[in-house]
Each structure stands twice: as structure tokens, then as C-alpha cells.
């Protein structure tokens, strides 16, 4: 099946860094998406990608469809404490019909003191 | 606007016993998933339905586990008997209807499930 890779796996920053995390995948997808989950709680869609080349923000993020389409990254800008968490790239290939998600295994993000 | 609830939070069983998660999507919405996250794995997708039929079942990783949405509302998830590797973090997520672009799964908290 398709897999993606996501990296890094962790991170520990200090607060008002940039953070940059990617995923890339054996396969292209249609969609690419970075959802955010914080403990207890479950994943919440943050940006989604439609376009191979698109480049979107969502405030201090910003996030970028892959021209292959088989790859995306998100960046973080002046990170703040609230920005901790797992961070999940997912892919989707079919948007009609099959809207079954394939996830990276995550960058958890700790913001050090 | 009431999100996606799951039920319980945490389960704790034995292996060899059996358990049933819950799932509520949020009011309105056709589309129902379920997914799961072993630990420190990748969040993998197991089914999904359209109103009370299965659309996609391909995740599911055998015939220990049953999914129904009776009446087309809310869901369960059963494992029957439940082994040590089932144990992880059971997502539902819910989406409206098919559009042009992505229908958004929100995502429920999640169930805790240990097997010992």
C-alpha cells in the first residue's frame, strides 16, 4: 500500500524558532494535508493542498503541494508554546468516492523553555 | 455544533476478551471512518462508511474485528477476542457528503485500548 515517510520524528526547539517538517511518498496523491493533534484530542485539519506547486498559509504556517505530487512540506514561523504537539502529514489520492486518509508516522513537536 | 464523541476515552481488557468502541459523528454527516494509531506508528485508515454502508473496508486487519452503523448514525467497533497487537488509539472521523474537494474528517478524540 502507500506509505509516507514523514521527518523528522521529533523535535525540541526553543520558543520563536522556525520549525520545518516534510513527507514524501513512493506514490502521488491528489491532496496533501497537515493535521495537528494535541494530547487527548484527536487530529485537526490545519491546511489543506489541492494543486501540485500550491504554496498556502495559515498564519504562522505555511505548507506546499510538491511539484511530483509526491511530497509536501509545513513550516512554523516564531514557534509559541501552544504550537506543541504531533504533527501529521496525510495524503489522499481520490477525492470522489475514497476519501481514505494515508498518514505519516508523525513529528512530535517540544518547545524547550 | 457538536464534534465527533467516542466511547470510552480508555479500555483496559485482557487478551481473549472482547470490547466495543463507539463512535457518534457529528450530526448530519453521511461519511463515517475509522482509524488507528499503534504506538509511535502511522495513523492507518481501517474502514468507511456512507450512511449505514460499508464503502471501504480494505484496513480492517482481520475478521476479529466488526464495524456496524446501524440506521446510519452512530457506529461501533468490536474485536473479538482481542489480542496484545490490537492495542493502540482508535480514531472515527466524520465528513459531510462528496464535493468538488476535500470533505474534511473531524476527528474524534479517540479510544485507548490496551490488551494485557
Known amino acids: 500500500g502507500q506509505q509516507l515517510n514523514q521527518s523528522p520524528q521529533s523535535m525540541f526547539i526553543q520558543e520563536g524558532e522556525d520549525v520545518s517538517m516534510n513527507c514524501t511518498s513512493s506514490s502521488i496523491f491528489n491532496t496533501w494535508l497537515w493535521y495537528k493533534q494535541e494530547p487527548g484530542e484527536g487530529p485537526v485539519l490545519l491546511i489543506a493542498l489541492y494543486k501540485a506547486g500550491e504554496l498556502t498559509s495559515n498564519g504562522r504556517l505555511t505548507a506546499q503541494f510538491g511539484i511530483t505530487r509526491k511530497d509536501s512540506f509545513l513550516n512554523i514561523s516564531a514557534s509559541i508554546p501552544s504550537d506543541v504537539g504531533i504533527y501529521f502529514c496525510a495524503g489522499l489520492y481520490d477525492n470522489f468516492g475514497n476519501e481514505k486518509l494515508t498518514f505519516g508516522t508523525g513529528t512530535r513537536l517540544t518547545i524547550i523553555p | 455544533e457538536a464534534g465527533v464523541t467516542q466511547f470510552p476515552s480508555h479500555s483496559v481488557i485482557e487478551k481473549g476478551q472482547t470490547v466495543t468502541l463507539r463512535c457518534d459523528p457529528i450530526s448530519g454527516h453521511d461519511n463515517l471512518y475509522w482509524y488507528r494509531r499503534v504506538m509511535g506508528k502511522e495513523i492507518k485508515f481501517l474502514l468507511h462508511f456512507v450512511k449505514e454502508s460499508k464503502q471501504d473496508e480494505s484496513g480492517m486487519p482481520n475478521n476479529r474485528f466488526l464495524a456496524e452503523r446501524t440506521g446510519g448514525t452512530y457506529s461501533t467497533l468490536k474485536v473479538q477476542p482481542a489480542e496484545l497487537e490490537d492495542s493502540g488509539v482508535y480514531f472515527c472521523?466524520?465528513?459531510?457528503?462528496?464535493?468538488?474537494?476535500?470533505?474534511?474528517?473531524?476527528f474524534g478524540p479517540g479510544t485507548r485500548l490496551t490488551v494485557l
Open positions: 472521523a466524520s465528513s459531510r457528503r462528496h464535493g468538488s474537494e476535500y470533505n474534511e474528517q473531524f
